[in-house]
């Protein structure tokens, strides 16, 4: 199972960004998926969660800015980053459980990062 993130960039404080991120390989079915943080020097800090089912939660600092969203039928996860302030900036991992084969445990895979840099 690979997890292949995408739309990282550089934008100026203010400004928005829509990462994607794709499950590809032996999959069953995805559950739990999220985005991570990780800004320069610092620990990967959970941004965002969504379910299957398509509940959401947020990690405070991104309340109201961000939007976790996903597309079941393709394994793919979004984050809507609008108001992008510096502080925003790192790498993002996208992250999933996966059930590989049916009826077995859910495993873990991260996606490699994408860069996101808020100039101010």
């Known amino acids: 199972v690979q997890l292949q993130a995408s739309g990282g960039g550089l934008v100026q404080a203010g400004g928005s960004l829509r990462l994607s991120c794709e499950a590809s390989g032996s999959i069953f079915r995805v559950g739990t998926m999220a985005w991570f943080h990780q800004a320069p020097g610092k620990q990967r800090d959970l941004v965002a969660t969504i379910s299957t089912g398509g509940n959401t939660n947020y990690t405070d600092s991104v309340k109201g800015r961000f939007t976790i969203s996903r597309d079941n039928a393709k394994n793919t996860v979004h984050l809507q980053m609008n108001s992008l302030k510096p502080d925003d900036t790192g790498v993002y991992y996208c992250?999933?459980?996966?059930?590989?084969?049916?009826?077995?445990?859910?495993?873990?895979?991260w996606g490699r990062g994408t860069l996101v840099t808020v100039s101010s």
């Open positions: 992250y999933a459980d996966v059930m590989v084969i049916r009826f077995s445990s859910l495993r873990q895979f």
